[in-house]
């Protein structure tokens, strides 16, 4: 298969901080509707793969791929315009705008003019406000202020304003921390309606979570792949239980 045929191509990707390889020649690849889930024990390079991707980090060899475009050099804000978007845990919401208005000004043509809010919004905004609001679940809050959702609640507006900006490739980090069991399930139906029109990375540790989304699982260790499939063939694997489940 070629690069073509995906929408991320992560190739012998390596970073060393002082000397340390947190990511060691690690070569992945995301399909275009891809849910991926990453999993592995603590310190094993889960966030440091993903910040690699979206730029925070750079990396020290290798290359990552996205659409066919190479970014292993591409600043941080050229990513996000060319697609791809991260939700970190804590929720960065404008806790005294409501949520209508959180999701407007996520809207690209909405962002250069945030500082005065003078952005007209128009009626095609408003429309792509109701469909990303539907999607996560608050059409009925459109009017409350941020600040007053429920933990839960905050991290779907966090959702809703990363699809304002329609990404191509969305990486989540413990999307489910803190959220009761109905906000959970809630949100395991999100993940699953946005993977339909994008690729999805999410790192997770609750494994009956990752069993209801995973398409594909990627287990990491000491910065590589120490195994990827199926949720099934993944536990089953005693390299895997050896160094992540069993504990
Ligand atoms: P995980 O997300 O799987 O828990 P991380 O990606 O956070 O793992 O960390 C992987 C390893 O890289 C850890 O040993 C961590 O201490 C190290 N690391 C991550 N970022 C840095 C950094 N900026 N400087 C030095 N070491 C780092």
């Known amino acids: 298969m070629s ?3 995906f929408a991320l191509a992560v190739e012998d990707l390596t970073v060393s901080f002082d000397g340390f390889k947190a990511i060691d020649t690690l070569t992945l690849y995301i399909d275009k509707n891809e849910l991926r889930v ?7 390079g889960k966030t440091t793969l ?6 925070k980090t750079k990396a020290s060899a290798g290359s990552i791929k996205f659409k066919n475009t190479e ?4 600043a941080e804000h050229k990513r996000v315009r060319l697609g791809i978007g991260r939700k970190f845990q804590t929720p960065s919401i404008y806790e005294n705008l409501s949520v209508f208005q959180n999701l407007e000004v996520s809207y690209p043509a909405g962002r250069s003019v945030f500082g005065a809010l003078a952005f007209q919004c128009t009626e095609a905004v408003r429309e792509k406000v109701r469909l990303v609001a539907e999607d996560i679940g608050l059409l ?10 429920s933990h839960g609640q905050k991290q779907w507006l966090e959702i809703g304003m990363l699809l304002m900006q329609e990404p191509e490739l969305l990486m989540l980090d413990e999307p489910i921390a803190g959220m009761s069991a109905r906000e959970r399930e809630l949100t395991a ?3 699953k309606r946005i993977c ?9 540790h ?5 069993k209801r989304i995973a398409h594909k699982v990627t287990v990491m260790h000491q910065g590589k792949i120490l195994a990827e499939g199926p949720m099934e063939q993944v536990q089953a694997d005693p390299k895997v239980i050896d160094v992540y489940l069993g504990h």
């Open 71 to 74: 970014l292993t050099r591409m």
């Open 206 to 210: 609750d494994m009956e979570f990752v």
């Open 3 to 5: 690069n073509t045929d």
């Open 50 to 55: 993903l910040d690699l991707i979206c730029g």
């Open 196 to 204: 339909r029109n994008r690729a999805v990375i999410v790192i997770e």
């Open 189 to 191: 139906e999100l993940l």
């Open 38 to 44: 990453i999993i592995g024990p603590n310190g094993a």
């Open 140 to 149: 009925a809050k459109l009017d409350t202020e941020a600040g007053l959702l």
